[in-house]
């Protein structure tokens, strides 16, 4: 008895330990499930954050047309394309802009130049009736677009303060300008010495390259070219009072941007006026773009 007793104890303790075992290691293939589980549930909450930022709409163009001439087809579907275009461009940029600038860059940057874009566009579409027709009015009004789904702003949000982290308004804590940070160490003081450092926005002259201008067009004109200098001064005002926001692209993106495409358009109305009763101007959309001179 003495001797048998330690055999049916050595049994009984290696098959209470071969149960501890299995269960230990059911407990690890579970808990290994549910690592994955969890892991992949984050993934998917990523990859829904990164591929939300909307998508935006605009206006349909086409079918607000009159009829069109056939003189006038190949010019009116090639803008209708042109269209298109912007829109899949502005598409393409709002999804690789996810969580840069401030709360407004994506009117400012995207909606803000395509709406000037589909403006000029619109306005060749409706020049081009014009030659021959009767040129359809108010088209202008299906220029603006918007974004539809609101998650742009799910970056800004939704990812437990990263987007502010890359410079964002959002940051009160993290002196939230972006260009704060090339100023190593000299905080908001060195804001100050840059306010006076923002340079002037300055554009080619439009006046002195129109040719000869009709009695009948002088008024519109002249409208138009006091217009692009109403243009130029709020692009400098816009510019004194932003110093500092957004990341470096932003004058260009916020202001340069959206400014040459304003100028497109009213450089389109001077040429198109002149054209009503004299020869047409070309190429003065090369007068359009505008540069930062510090």
Request: a positive charge; one cysteine or more; charged letters at 15%.
């Amino acid at each position: 008895m003495s001797r048998a007793l330690p055999k049916y104890n050595k049994r009984r303790v290696a098959i209470i330990g071969g149960a501890v075992a299995v269960a230990l290691t059911g407990a690890v293939v579970v808990n290994t499930a549910l690592a994955g589980e969890s892991e992949g549930g984050g993934a998917t909450n990523a990859q829904t954050l990164a591929a939300g930022p909307g998508t935006i709409t605009c206006p349909d163009v086409a079918s607000k047309l009159p009829a069109v001439p056939a003189s006038a087809k190949a010019e009116v579907d090639r803008n209708l394309a042109l269209l298109q275009t912007q829109i899949s461009e502005a598409n393409t940029r709002l999804q690789n802009t996810v969580g840069q600038g401030g709360p407004n860059f994506v009117q400012n940057a995207i909606l803000g130049p395509l709406k000037d874009k589909r403006v000029s566009t619109v306005n060749r579409i409706a020049t081009a009736i014009g030659r021959t027709a009767a040129k359809p009015a108010g088209l202008d009004a299906l220029a603006p677009c918007a974004l539809d789904g609101g998650g742009a702003a799910a970056p800004a949000t939704g990812n437990n303060g990263n987007a502010g982290n890359n410079g964002n308004a959002g940051n009160n804590g993290n002196n939230g300008n972006a260009g704060n940070q090339g100023n190593k160490g000299n905080n908001n003081a060195g804001n100050a010495g840059n306010a006076g450092a923002v340079g002037t926005i300055t554009c080619p002259d439009v006046a002195s390259q129109l040719p000869a201008v009709p009695a009948t067009a002088k008024a519109e004109v002249d409208r138009n070219l006091a217009l692009l200098q109403t243009q130029i001064n709020e692009a400098n005002t816009r510019l004194k009072n932003t110093v500092g926001q957004g990341g470096p692209n932003f004058v260009q993106n916020a202001i340069l941007g959206p400014l040459k495409g304003k100028r497109e358009s009213t450089i389109d109305r001077i040429a198109i006026s002149i054209g009503r009763k004299g020869t047409k101007p070309q190429g003065l959309n090369v007068l359009a773009a505008c540069t930062l001179n510090k």
